[in-house]
């Protein structure tokens, strides 16, 4: 895994006006920026091991065993359909979601099977955005209450 | 629709010639001839003189002066006029179509009347602002509202506020004593109101030099009928409203609006229109966001021709919809799923901004965006690749000249497949709303007045709708559709104001019975208001101003006895008592009272039948009705009822916010 080409599509978004304030993490294995919630910002960490890469605790407050939980899953693997187009798909010969919660902060990442690191970034930026979409549709009140988006 | 009756009466004329334009002359006027005719009829106190005809059991009498209000005869207004005439007629040259108030700044508001442009009173100075907030919504044309000073204006701040965010060119106007008394607070209601609207309004003047009214009267209309549209804010003193012109000559050359303001509009460069053919040429997935600007400049054909050329799909967004089709073979205004792959996204005449993510377009979306001035605001929230400064409708009618004939199968594959899964989502949130018996879920109200206005006897681009509430609306968004130019005014729009729905009902139901604008081709059909129980609360007094003016509305009240809030707070009982109602409350029963008809429906399968009680109702009586939906509040809370309470996604049928 090159964390090179990550920072440069990282960057690709910040020089675009999407992503604010990025910053490397200080042991080189991570970067974090401003994207869609001023005061909430994301860390995208990468594992050389694993190959993995991943939002960080991308959503909090997230109850073991609960309905939003069970249908987040749902929802996020249902992205790898074969009926989905080709730009929407993730691909499970390029990449597989991965999805681990602790303390009730869900992580959300891909690992890289045969998918170069821009093609895996650029896939977990798409669906992290297509998660929000659906989770201000579906689960309105945890976007209230996590992210303080306006209640009315 | 049958004629409403007529009873055969003679023409009242005015009691006075022109008014006293102060209060105090008003009130001494209305009290004279109030115990002058109390006296000629028995001598007796006027209490005890009350004609018994007016006796409650009487029933609800109609004010003679509300019946023949359209067959009055207008005073053929010359020089020497006041300086309300010149205003009034400088508003009638302009072709003001709409005016709303409640008394008060009577000198100019017995002057527009005297003008002969329909005019509407109510109960309340917020609703007439949002009244006419809705009229300039369903027509496109500039309407008036006018209140008295002090608390009169200070009650229409909040309508003006949604009018500034909705870029509604509505002339908010409002009597502000006299300028000689400046800062001494003599007598009652001396206000500055200019400094208490900045920031909610597109321009604002104190009139208080007499002979400088044409210059302002100008200003106003200069500033509401050319680039971004906005609200604007004019308070007469009375040195302004009762100066005497003497001739056309002391209007100078503001009695000709050819020369004091133009029609022209900015066209786009050619440099501009060919970078925007070669992007979307680029482009795999482009798609149109028809928005504000789109309505405002008459840019629906020209979408249309940019769309099928190019074979774009188009979304709406805005205050208002309808301007492309939401049956139009390229309409992705039902198509959520799809908008995530939109990698073109061009913007016209999206004057309020989302920022990064609340548009439910991807990260890698690339953005033209088109309006007719503000160049600052272009870049701000979102970033652009191209901006072009030009009226919306020149703009895309010299793309759609450029551009060459295109195709996009695989993309209108996926939208029309993403259409489906909405519609069916839809259909299913409906059958489980069919399953709960015991009340009315909002899915219900939603797919069934959908079916009613789309899918029954009425032609799907008959009936406008006024769509309002906040819960009730994000079902109700799901199932209406709009297939005209101003079917759908989408009450809360960007402000989020609970509570003028009623009052969007008003001036909606009186554009479309004057058949102004846009509305031409639907005159005279009934109108549809949704709303909730707590919107209801605030401006349900109106109810009695459309059953005064015989404005056939069929306002449906979703009654979950609580605020919206109240699932976010329910969590205690301590903190969920400041969100709740008396439950099962007979807002039917108060329209009755207000001499509407009232619908109270408890169970599912009693919506439609009442729909369609309330239409006949319409259409025989030219009355309103109120259809008191009884739902309960635990319909948000999906733990118990799914779907529960639903989010929003932006662009397309369920947006409001931007």
Redesign the interface.
Known sequence: MNPQAILSTVQHYADRGIFRRVNNRPDGRGVGFTWMFDAFPLMLVWNTKTNTVQFKDVLTGVEARSQFQTELKAFLTGLSDESLPEHRRLDPEKVSLTMTRRDGALSIGLKLISASEDYAVRRLINLTHEMFVYLRLRWPEYMHEQFKLPEE | MNPENKKSVTAKEDISGKPDASRRGFMKMAATAGAGAALAMNGKSAEAAVDQKDAPEAGIKRPDAIANVDTLPRPDIKFPMTGADVFAQACKAEGVAGFFCCPGNYGVISALVDAGIPSFSGRNEGSMVSAADAFTRATGEVSICSGTEGPGFTNMIGGLAAAYVCRSPVLMIASNRSFSLEDTQQGIQLLQQQPLTEGIKKYGKRLTQPTRLPEYVAYAFRQLKSGVPGPVHLDFTLEVANHKFRSTDELGYYANKAVYRTESRPAPSSADVQKAVDLIRQAK?PIIVSSTGVFYSKAWDAVRLVAEKGQIPVVESGPMRGQFPDSHPLSASAA?GA???ADLVILVGQYCMP????F?F???AKYIRIQPAEAEDIGRN??VDLGIVACEKLAMEEIAQALPKLSHD?WLS?VATARKAFEAENDKFYAMGRTYTDAVHPAVIGKELADFIHAGQLPQDETTIASGG?GIARYVRRYIRAHRPAQIINGAYQY?A?GPDVAYGVGTAAAVKLGIGVQAAHKGHPVFVTTGDAGFGFTAMEIETMAKYRLPVIVIVYNNNAW??W??NSQTQLHSSLHVFQENLRYDKLAEALGAHGEYVTHPEQFTPALKRAYQVALNDSLPTVINCQAKKEFWD??QYEPG?????EPGV?AYYH
């Open positions: 997935r959520p908008l995530a792959s920022t990064v993510g609340e439910a991807g990260p890698d979102l970033p695989a996926e906040y989020g609970i919206g809030t699932f976010a999906k733990k309470f639903l989010g929003t996604v369920m």
